[in-house]
Structures are given as structure tokens and as C-alpha cells.
């Protein structure tokens, strides 16, 4: 069974961004990049059903400019075979990726695509429903466990409420929740390996895909900041201030 893993590069989780100030977008010039934490986890995912001798071969794709090479490396040394960027330096909005997705799976024929529920950066989550839809694969988003067996899988979702467990015919696209799995630690002689991995790179007009972005953002702003607080002598107090003063009551 071939799996297709999609991972984005995206600002790391840990740095604090700030919105340019003509509002155009944010700040990431000089900033800290790393893989999509949700596309760690599936990567994550797709290297276990590999040990677990279900997956044969994972191939990780990543769509963006020249540097998602690094992240490419990255899924590679957590265990991927082999790696495609498909290299473009415009915006790449999810329909586009979407897009790209769907040819790569015709090109690849993968038996499972797994992408993460959303990119850190946009916040979107629609990626993996869109590719679904393009390429009329069945979908299960979210998912918090997957199991694969007689050319199924059944994945465990997290919904409001509880968990709710589908089956899936093959091939099929899954998109990872937080608590599928905890990533492994990436060593040294598997960052020295996925060196020596193969790599190809093929632009979105080779795939015959128009990626022009069809969303146009107005603005990005930061939330306002908060006022500071007030100290409130006693209970009576603070009930007239939550009726009168903020009207919450
Ligand atoms: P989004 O729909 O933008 O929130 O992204 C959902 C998932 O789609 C991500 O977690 C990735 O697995 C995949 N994805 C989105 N953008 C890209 C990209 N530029 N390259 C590779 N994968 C992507």
C-alpha cells in the first residue's frame, strides 16, 4: 500500500506573530519555520502502518518555494521513502493545493492520502475535503485513530460529544487530529539518511494545474489588546459592575 502524506511549511508553533503594518498579512520575514504540526502526525502515522507492515511506501509531498525542501527533509527522516515539491512562489491558497494533490494522486495512485486537519498558518481545514472531492475519494477527517485491514480503513473521529468510528473503502483521504499519535523525535543518522533520499521537484504547469489564488485577503490585524483589569472591594460591588458596567448579567 503507497501512502502520499502532505506537509506544509508554516511558521514554527512557538513563535509569536506579529501582522505587518500595512495589514497586508503577517510578519514572517526572519522568523522561525518548521513542518505543520498536524502533517508531523501524519507522517507520524504513515511510518507506523510502514513498520506495522501495511504501507509499503510513503511518499510526502509539500507545495510552496524552494525552502519547503527542508520540511521535506524533515518527513523524510521521520521515515517517508521518497519526496515531491512541487515548487511555486505564488500564494498558495488550499483549492490550488487541493488541485495539486489531485494530480499528484492520478500521477501516484496511493491506496491512502493523509494531510492534517488544518495548516497552523491560514487556519483553513479544508484541504483534505477539497482533495476529496476532486478526486471523489471517500474522506475521514479528524481522525483520532486509524486501523487498516481487507483493503478498509476505519478511523475514529472526534466529535462534539464522543467518537465516532467510520469504515472506508480504499484508497481513501484521511485528515489527522491532534491525539492520533505523539511524533517521534527526529535523530541525527536518520537526518543524515533522509540526505541521501530521492527528492523531485515539478512546478504546478507540469502538473497542469493553475494555482492563481481566487481569495483576496482585505486585511490582517491583531486582536485588541486588553484593557487592565480593576480590583473591586467587595461582592456587591462586583455584581452592580457586571449589570451596569458590562452588561453581562
Ligand atoms: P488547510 O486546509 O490549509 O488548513 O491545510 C490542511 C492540510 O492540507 C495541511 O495540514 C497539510 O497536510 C495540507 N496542506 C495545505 N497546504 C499545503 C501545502 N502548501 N503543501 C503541502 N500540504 C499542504
Known amino acids: ?18 501582522a505587518k503594518s500595512d495589514r497586508t498579512g503577517v510578519d514572517i520575514a526572519n522568523v522561525k519555520m518548521s513542518m505543520n504540526p498536524f502533517d508531523e502526525i501524519a507522517v507520524e502515522e504513515a511510518v507506523r ?21 527542508e520540511t521535506l527533509r524533515t518527513a523524510l527522516a521521520i521515515g517517508a521513502d ?14 490550488a ?3 495539486l494533490l489531485k494530480a499528484l494522486v492520478d500521477k501516484e495512485q ?8 488544518q495548516a497552523i498558518d491560514d487556519d483553513s481545514n479544508q484541504t483534505g475535503q477539497m482533495l476529496a472531492a476532486l478526486a471523489k475519494l471517500p474522506q475521514a477527517t479528524f481522525a483520532s485513530k486509524v486501523t487498516v485491514a481487507d483493503g478498509r480503513a476505519h478511523v475514529t473521529r472526534e466529535v462534539d460529544g464522543g467518537l465516532e468510528t467510520v469504515s472506508l473503502s480504499l484508497p481513501a483521504v484521511i485528515t489527522t487530529d491532534l491525539r492520533l499519535n505523539e511524533p517521534r523525535y527526529v535523530t541525527l543518522p536518520n537526518i543524515m539518511k533522509a540526505k541521501k533520499k ?15 489564488p481566487r481569495l483576496k485577503t482585505l486585511k490582517v490585524v491583531e486582536p485588541a489588546k486588553r484593557g ?21 448579567l
Open 49 to 69: 502502518l510502514k513498520e506495522a507492515g501495511l504501507a509499503t511506501e510513503i511518499v510526502a509531498v509539500s507545495c510552496g518555494a524552494a525552502q519547503c525542501q
Open 97 to 99: 493545493v487541493a488541485k
Open 82 to 95: 521518497r519526496a515531491i515539491l512541487v515548487e511555486s512562489d505564488e500564494e498558495l491558497q488550499p483549492l
Open 110 to 117: 496511493p491506496q491512502l492520502v493523509i494531510l492534517g486537519k
Open 198 to 212: 530521492p527528492l523531485e521537484t515539478v512546478k504546478p504547469a507540469d502538473l497542469g494545474v493553475d494555482v492563481s
Open 228 to 248: 487592565a483589569g480593576v480590583k473591586v472591594p467587595d461582592v456587591a460591588t462586583l455584581v452592580e459592575k457586571l449589570k451596569n458596567e458590562a452588561k453581562v
Open 1 to 18: 500500500m503507497k501512502v502520499l502524506v502532505a506537509v506544509k511549511r508554516v511558521v514554527d508553533a512557538n513563535v509569536k506573530v506579529a
